[in-house]
Every structure is written in C-alpha cells, then in structure tokens.
T-cell receptor, first 113, second 114 residues
Framework: RKEVEQDPGPFNVPEGATVAFNCTYSNSASQSFFWYRQDCRKEPKLLMSVYSSGNEDGRFTAQLNRASQYISLLIRDSKLSDSATYLC??????????????FGKGTLLTVNP | DAGVIQSPRHEVTEMGQEVTLRCKPISGHDYLFWYRQTMMRGLELLIYFNNNVPIDDSGMPEDRFSAKMPNASFSTLKIQPSEPRDSAVYFCASARLSYNSPLHFGNGTRLTVT
C-alpha cells in the first residue's frame, strides 16, 4: 500500500457544485495533515491544514478520520478559479526523520461554466 | 517576506552534463526539502535537511545525485552526469521547526535533459 493515496480523478464539475476529495494514508502514527493546491506549471501552495476536529475556511472544509486513516476536502459552491490540482500531504511525526512530508499524486479538478 | 527562491527557473542540458540547482530558503526556517515532480510519479521527496544537516536522503535516486547545504541560507542539488530520465520539475521547500508547520515551496526548476 502506498504511503499516501488520492482519488485519481479527474473531476469535472459545473460552477456551484459541491465536490469532495479523499486521501488515505498508511502510517497510523501520522501526526500532521495538509491540503495543497497546485495550479498548472506552478508550485504547490498550502490550502489548509487539517485538524483532528475538522476545520473550515470559507467554502473549504477539511476533515480527518484517524480510525479509517483518511482525510477529506470538501469544496462548496465551486468557482471557476478552483480549477487546479489538489494534493494531500501527510507527516509521520515530529522531529528528526519523522519530519518529512509525503504527498499524494494529486487530483485534478476542472470547474466548468 | 521573500519566499523560497530557486534558480534557474529553466534548465536545458545535454545528457552527460553536470546540472546544479540552487535554493535559498525562507529566513528563519529550520528545514529544507528537495522534491522532484513528474507526471508519472508525482511529487517525490529526494532529501531534507534540518539546521543544514542532511536527515533523510533515502529518496535520492542514485549516486549521480548529491545535495549540500553549506549554510542556513543556501542549498544545492547537483546531478552529475545528467540523463534524460532526470527531466522533471525540481522544487525546493522550507519549513519552521514545528510538527504542524506546512512547507513553503519555491517556484521550481524545470529541467530538461536531451
């Protein structure tokens, strides 16, 4: 099983739709979780961290399910500008060799007018 | 604040040549990472440093790859000799010493080896 796996996509949705991405991780001791957004030919940029109790930032909601070892990202009322690749990232622990961040391969989202 | 700065933005070279990629992390960040991104393999961690010391280089593909961090504000990733399969986008990223700190990426270097 890969360390971090994402929905392969691509997702094509109309404007205003709600879309959800899932990401599973294999290391049950993982401590930190993030969602990144990457536009075409650009660097990944942090979208939001994922907290144990779940968190929301405007139209974006992130959730963590430790029992099933997955994180999710929900985008409500999608906009054309949300079109991008969404990458989940997982960190095994704190300090030393556990500090590396492992990324999923990403899910491409296209929001259509 | 200046972000992570990488150079060059684009590099085209012939097989067998030496390639050196450069990175200046965000000031005050304790960790520096080198990633490689391809369509097939996604974003792969090559190596990362903590306080200029290499911590995990298990992602470095082979001996042709080497990375150094001589001081807190500069790192290099060198490929010698380069091969066509090294063609990819190479990202440098930095982060603070906190387990919940995200990575901040540079613009990347797009390497093409012909």
């Amino acid at each position: 099983r890969k360390e971090v796996e994402q929905d392969p996509g691509p997702f094509n949705v109309p404007e205003g739709a709600t879309v959800a991405f899932n990401c599973t991780y294999s290391n049950s001791a993982s401590q930190s979780f993030f969602w990144y957004r990457q536009d075409c030919r650009k660097e990944p940029k942090l979208l939001m961290s994922v907290y144990s109790s779940g968190n929301e930032d405007g139209r974006f909601t992130a959730q963590l399910n430790r029992a099933s070892q997955y994180i999710s990202l929900l985008i409500r009322d999608s906009k054309l500008s949300d079109s991008a690749t969404y990458l989940c990232a997982v960190r095994p622990g704190s300090g030393g060799s556990n500090y590396k961040l492992t990324f999923g391969k990403g899910t491409l989202l296209t929001v259509n007018p | 604040d200046a972000g992570v700065i990488q150079s060059p933005r684009h590099e085209v070279t012939e097989m067998g040549q030496e390639v050196t990629l450069r990175c200046k992390p965000i000031s005050g960040h304790d960790y520096l990472f080198w990633y490689r991104q391809t369509m097939m393999r996604g974003l792969e961690l090559l190596i990362y440093f903590n306080n200029n010391v290499p911590i995990d280089d298990s992602g470095m593909p082979e001996d042709r790859f080497s990375a150094k961090m001589p001081n807190a504000s500069f790192s290099t990733l060198k490929i010698q000799p380069s091969e066509p399969r090294d063609s990819a986008v190479y990202f440098c990223a930095s982060a603070r010493l906190s387990y919940n700190s995200p990575l901040h990426f540079g613009n990347g270097t797009r390497l093409t080896v012909t």
